[in-house]
């Protein structure tokens, strides 16, 4: 069951980002306009997932340019970093924001703006389209930033709540890249120690 939860997450993340929409008027009821808008970033954010992963097509494209044709970022990665590590992360900030302070909000808001500009940016390296990347553009970036005014309009963007929501969404996509590096070298080193000729001593003539 788990497995199948770990291979088929993003087409029930897809179907629950939609019905989030459609209930949003009656969830959002008596919401703050800023926190209402925060809100959007979680299913906006499902909905991008789609785009990005199905087919396995983000890992597939991950793992023949970042991971140079190794499996670094495999199907159990890429389910933790998207449920726990998106879905959980925005709804810890939505809760933040409702009873500690609007600026925790600047959490969700930061991991959408770092994920589209990582997608920006690999599609200028790579000079090609990756998986996620035209939701990152025509969806997180306005919404992003519409959702980063509102929050300042409040008076809630201070420095310290920019720099933790930037810090929080810069080390989670950090952490990935950190852990395939990693997995990158392991595999590499892996594969000259196979390609590497083995020369045996053998008794008799060494004269």
Request: proline share 4%; no cysteine; net charge neutral.
């Amino acid at each position: 069951m788990l497995a199948r939860l770990i291979s088929y997450w993003v087409y029930g993340g897809l179907l629950a980002g939609l019905l989030l929409l459609v209930l949003s008027p009656l969830l959002l009821a008596g919401w703050p306009g800023p926190l209402a808008a925060a809100f959007f970033l979680l299913p906006t954010y499902m909905i991008h997932q789609y785009e990005e992963h199905d087919d396995d097509r983000f890992r597939r494209f991950f793992n023949a340019t970042i991971g140079q044709g190794f499996d670094v970022l495999s199907p159990s990665v890429v389910f933790i970093t998207n449920v726990p590590g998106v879905w959980g992360v925005i709804a810890l900030s939505l809760y933040g924001a409702a009873h500690l302070g609007l600026g925790w909000a600047l959490v969700a808001v930061y991991l959408a703006l770092v994920n589209a500009f990582m997608h920006v940016v690999h599609a200028i390296v790579f000079r090609r389209y990756n998986p996620g990347l035209a939701t990152a553009v025509a969806v997180f970036l306005p919404l992003g930033f519409h959702v980063l005014h509102l929050i300042d309009e409040a008076g809630a963007g201070t420095v310290a709540s920019h720099a933790i929501g930037l810090v929080i969404a810069i080390a989670i996509h950090a952490a990935l890249l950190v852990l395939v590096r990693r997995k990158l070298a392991v595999m590499r080193r892996a594969q000259l120690g196979m390609a590497a000729p083995s020369f045996e001593t053998g008794g008799g003539n060494s004269s």
